[in-house]
């Protein structure tokens, strides 16, 4: 476990590019040729990254503000886009030659977990087959993700959406909808959400105009 102030490459084959301003991030590669880039204008904080496998990538994009802690396996895939927040710590595994693709401006709650693996291997009596195989998490731009929930392996969420409170999340939903339950749901189709805090607005309600609408690139109808 090292502190992440500068960038390095190993002996192994491990290599970190990372500006050196991150607050209290920490770093670990028990494997060879991993590649973990950092963009230099990335607010990365309080987070540990472990990589245990090989060939393993991540990319972490630009106004980052995020924590927590990020654990890959063997030729595993994670790429967090620009401008995504979490409000407390989330947890993201990936393993198994798996991908988890975050998009742009997503921004997290509070105890998220985000996870293409169940952590141990599940098998049928009968046969002997694995049941549990990891799979990819995709999720687009502009994705809310509310407290509590929790995305597993064949999630998949369409730009523009908002996942309620203590969900959980396993498989392929629209863009721009409401999910909610566990497991979750479309319970509610053509919305669009803002990051503005309710607690900093006026004490009037806010509608947009026609003409607002279009201006926004993540307000669309669902398809």
């Known amino acids: 476990k090292k502190k992440i102030e500068s960038s390095f490459i190993d002996d192994s084959g491990n290599k970190l590019d990372s500006p050196a301003s991150l607050h209290n991030c920490f770093i670990r590669i028990l494997g060879n040729n991993n590649t973990v880039v950092i963009d230099k204008e990335s607010s990365l904080k309080n987070t540990f990254i472990e990589i ?45 030659e798996t ?44 994705v809310w993700i509310g407290y509590g929930v929790t995305l597993l392996g064949g999630a998949e969420v369409g730009s523009g959406s908002v996942i309620g409170a203590f969900s959980l999340v396993n498989k392929r939903f629209p863009n721009n909808c409401v999910i909610a339950g566990t497991p979750a749901k479309v319970i509610r ?27 926004k690139p993540y307000c669309s109808y669902t398809k």
């Open 189 to 215: 189709r053509d919305v669009f959400w803002e990051r503005n805090p309710l607690l900093l607005k006026s004490e009037n309600t806010i509608s947009f105009s026609e003409k607002e609408l279009k201006l």
């Open 52 to 96: 245990l496998g090989n060939n393993s990538y991540i990319k972490i994009g630009k106004n980052v503000r995020v924590s927590g802690t990020l654990r890959l396996g063997f030729n595993c895939q994670v790429v967090i886009g620009n401008n995504v927040s979490s409000t407390n710590s989330l947890y993201m595994t990936c393993a198994e």
């Open 99 to 142: 991908k988890i693709l975050i998009g742009d401006d997503c921004m997290f709650a509070t105890r998220n977990q985000v996870r293409t693996d169940d952590a141990h291997a599940i098998y049928d009596v009968n046969t002997g087959q694995r049941l549990n195989l990891s799979k990819d998490i995709v999720i687009g731009n502009h």
